[in-house]
């Protein structure tokens, strides 16, 4: 099309026809122009199509670690709420509320209540790969880009907390570092002793005597009051917030 108005252009200066010349002049400028504005079509096209793609791919891949990261915050809630719930049976004990236990009872609530320590470790990989790239303005859901930006510093807070509870627990298990109490015992009677291999001991020591412990009892409600804390103002609204986070990936995920 351009060599035709370029033959075009020559034969009508050849005539000194200057104004058809300029006509036509003028329309090789105008299909140029148009040429350029459809290349550059193109290539936005392109550059949505790609960037859509690279959205996508992020989507699914942010819905993978979310959904991971809830499975494991359930079952972190569960425990949690386990220990909780074992540690206020104790402190009905230490208050003389309950009958006393029997030695292989009383194993098992601080076996169950302290064995397991509490941290939230979620699946973050991906979406510290798009924030640490700068690749998070590439999701276009504004709510969804705050939405994580605010998790990754929710996160930080609650490790923090998990570290204060972790400290109300060690203060309890403290207690059995001395040669008053002993953790053999409790290690006998739940089975934990068995399954590590070792023999139980065959005059054991009672650990009963921790029920008359202020100390014990302190530290105890101390732990009680930071798991019960843990739930109510941390675990619980990071669950609302992981559900949302997860509601708006799956509403954008074709």
């Known amino acids: 099309m351009i060599l035709f108005f370029k033959k075009l252009r020559q034969q009508l200066l050849n005539k000194n026809k200057f104004g058809r010349y300029l006509l036509y002049a003028i329309g090789e400028i105008v299909l140029v122009v148009i040429g350029i504005l459809i290349a550059l079509a193109v290539n936005n096209s392109n550059e949505k199509r790609i960037l859509k793609n690279k959205e996508q791919t992020y989507f699914q891949g942010l819905h993978d670690e979310f959904t991971t990261s809830q499975l494991k915050l359930n079952e972190l809630i569960a425990v949690n709420k386990r220990n909780f719930e074992g540690a206020k049976t104790l402190l009905q004990y230490t208050s003389h509320q309950e009958t006393p236990p029997t030695e292989r009872l009383f194993s098992e609530l601080l076996f169950n209540t302290l064995a397991s320590d509490i941290s939230f470790n979620p699946n973050n990989s991906l979406l510290n790969e798009i924030i640490n790239s700068g690749s998070l303005k590439d999701l276009s859901n504004a709510q969804l880009r705050i939405l994580l930006t605010n998790w990754i510093a929710t996160i930080e807070d609650i490790g923090k907390q998990e570290t204060d509870l972790g400290i109300q627990r060690e203060k309890v298990l403290d ?24 023999q139980p001991t065959a005059q054991p020591i009672s650990n009963l005597e921790l029920l008359q412990s202020q100390e014990f009892e302190n530290n105890l409600l101390m732990f009680a009051l930071s798991s019960s804390a843990m739930e109510a103002t941390h675990y619980s609204p990071l669950m609302n917030d992981l559900n949302a986070i997860l509601e708006l990936i799956d509403a954008e995920l074709e």
């Open 175 to 198: 207690l059995f570092r001395s040669d008053a109490y002993s953790l053999k015992t409790i290690f006998d009677l739940t089975g934990a002793s068995q399954e590590i291999g070792l």
